[in-house]
């Protein structure tokens, strides 16, 4: 059940510029012990088995991010997760449009007013280990941007690490 903090690789499609400049950014690496998994299943693997208490509490994030004028994503989607065969860059995977996907790692995120975030997939090939490598870039584009990171990087942070550690621990991934 082993989660580390780590470098977004430089294999990542993140675009390292948009890295360096982030006002937040995070990896997570855990040991893939399904390395003949595709991207998507792994996408899902942690995605797609979020605790309800965990989904309610994305579901109130998002009515009171609507009532600022937000896009965000609907019950259904948080609720309901849906795997299809197929993606392309546009299609949502889960709750977010996909920005990058290929073989290894898929990109997917949220542009809004307050800011934009990328949210990477990747499956990491490091010696004779293959790891999944979950990053999050968040681009800032004014205080509402910094005033909502500063209340949901604790939640982020915890969030992602239970995802992944149960992801393990079902031996999903």
């Known amino acids: 059940m082993h989660v580390v903090e780590c470098d977004v690789p430089p294999s990542s499609a993140l675009d390292r510029d948009a890295v360096r400049s982030a006002y937040f950014h995070d990896s997570y690496r855990a040991a893939l012990t399904r390395p003949d998994a595709g991207i998507v299943d792994i996408f899902f693997a942690l995605f797609g088995h979020t605790p309800l208490w965990m989904k309610a509490i994305l579901v109130v994030r998002n009515v009171i991010a609507k009532l600022f004028g937000l896009e965000a994503p609907t019950v259904g989607e948080i609720m309901r997760p849906t795997a299809r065969r197929e993606y392309r860059v546009g299609d949502k995977v889960g ?79």
């Open 95 to 173: 709750p977010w449009p996909i920005y990058f996907i290929a073989e290894h790692e898929i990109v997917a995120g949220r542009n809004n007013k307050h800011l934009d975030f990328r949210l990477s997939v990747l499956k990491a090939k490091e010696g004779d280990a293959t790891n999944v490598v979950v990053s999050t870039l968040c681009t800032v584009h004014n205080a509402y941007g910094k005033i909502y990171l500063f209340f949901i990087v604790p939640f982020h942070r915890a969030g992602v690490r239970i995802l992944m550690s149960n992801a393990v621990a079902a031996k999903r991934l």
